[in-house]
């Protein structure tokens, strides 16, 4: 996928031209739906594991102090291991690509991969709560320059 930005019209055809010496390029028509994969697979993975649909609140974790979720010393049963797993693997994806505001959250779960306790499952669940009550917000760019201030 290339994206031009109107600015930059003039060196389209040139910028094309060069991609195609190198790579067997395909034209699929206009592009119909880029944006919103966020939305798309925030649903699909709250539908998919049964999560509450209710929103987890205005923070991305519950407070996370690095002693709050130490290591379950009981032994876990394999179902809530694989399901905190895929959860906390789904985060990962969502952190890295589109929604880096869950990615401390996301660090901290990942710890605990090998044997959760009910509170890591938990806070998962609350930040996949979170990310579904917030999925349709968006950074916004705009074109107007804006203005900075720093002071010293």
């Known amino acids: 996928m290339v994206l031009v930005h109107p600015d930059h019209l003039n060196n389209h055809q040139e910028f094309k031209r060069r991609l195609e010496a190198v790579y067997d390029l395909r034209k699929l028509g206009e592009l119909k739906w880029f944006l919103r994969i966020r939305d798309s697979f925030i649903e699909k ?3 998919k594991y049964d999560l509450d649909q209710k929103s987890g609140g205005r ?6 102090v690095e002693n709050s979720l130490a ?4 032994d876990t049963s394999n ?9 906390v693997r789904s ?14 959250a ?20 609350h930040v996949w ?19 900075s201030s720093s002071y010293v």
């Not at 923070?59 to 996370?64: E, I, M």
């Not at 290591?71 to 009981?74: C, I, L, V």
């Open 91 to 104: 985060l990962a994806y969502i952190s890295t690509f589109t929604r880096p505001d869950v990615a401390r």
């Open 45 to 47: 993975v709250v539908n």
């Open 71 to 74: 290591q379950s010393t009981k």
């Open 106 to 125: 996301h660090s901290v779960l990942a710890r605990h991969l090998q044997n959760p306790g009910q509170k890591h499952v938990s806070a998962v669940k």
């Open 79 to 87: 179902q809530r291991t694989q399901l905190y797993q895929q959860l």
């Open 59 to 64: 923070y991305p974790a519950v407070p996370l």
């Open 129 to 147: 709560r979170y990310l579904y009550g917030t999925r349709h917000l968006a950074i916004r760019a705009s074109q107007q320059i804006a203005e």
